[in-house]
């Protein structure tokens, strides 16, 4: 018998491998947090535990040098990504569309969403006490299985329904943004602080 697999999903995990770089963004953000009012009021209004720039900012990089230096670390890494994806970009780059800040208070979470209107998608994290929820992916076709019986608890990591990432500070996860995720609730104490962002082509 063969077996083939088929249509695999891609999850990239690396370091970005600059300690002070890191530390620099995570003083960023809290500075953010504090003094972006315009980003403070929609997270009151939109019940977000904590702060996020998503709503409020659209100009990270121009704005802060920190990320400035992060966008040319991204740039390199989703070209990377991109090829380990075998996309036929036509002779161009992809692109970031979108970049923001992310500081998740106890009891904080994200719910399953996708990234619409982008191809690659990802985290940078840069501040996680220990509970302070884990990213977690799900198989595509979880939808489609109507009368699949459910996977054996020591299946291999491949075939599970879902993927859970618990990341470390300094950790950049990039994805295909059609890949439906949630960040499990945080749990501990102190604040979980990422950086996510997208890219079009």
Not at 19 to 30: F, G, Q, T
Not at 62 to 90: S, T
Request: proline residues 6%; charged residues 25%; glycine residues 8%.
């Amino acid at each position: 018998m063969t077996t083939a697999t088929l249509f695999p999903t891609l999850l990239d995990q690396t370091s970005l491998g600059n300690d002070a770089l890191v530390a620099e963004l995570e003083h960023s953000v809290r500075i953010l947090a504090r003094d972006d009012m315009a980003g403070r009021r929609w997270c009151r209004e939109h019940g977000y535990r904590g702060y996020t720039s998503y709503a409020s900012l659209d100009d990270l990089p121009r704005r802060d040098p920190a990320f400035a230096d992060l966008k040319r670390h991204l740039d390199r890494h989703v070209a990377q990504f991109a090829e380990a994806c075998a996309f036929d970009l036509g002779g161009r780059r992809l692109k970031l569309d979108s970049l923001w800040v992310n500081l998740l208070k106890p009891g904080g979470h994200h719910g399953a969403h996708i990234h619409p209107h982008s191809v690659v998608s990802g985290t940078l994290y840069l501040a996680l006490p220990d509970g302070s929820g884990a990213i977690r992916f799900e198989d595509p076709r979880l939808g489609l299985m109507m009368a699949a019986p459910p996977r054996l608890a020591d299946a291999p990591e491949a075939m599970r329904n879902f993927r859970t990432v618990t990341p470390e500070p300094g950790t950049v996860l990039l994805w295909e943004s059609w890949l439906r995720h949630d960040v499990l609730p945080h749990t501990g104490k102190g604040e979980r602080i990422s950086v996510s962002f997208n890219y079009r082509w």
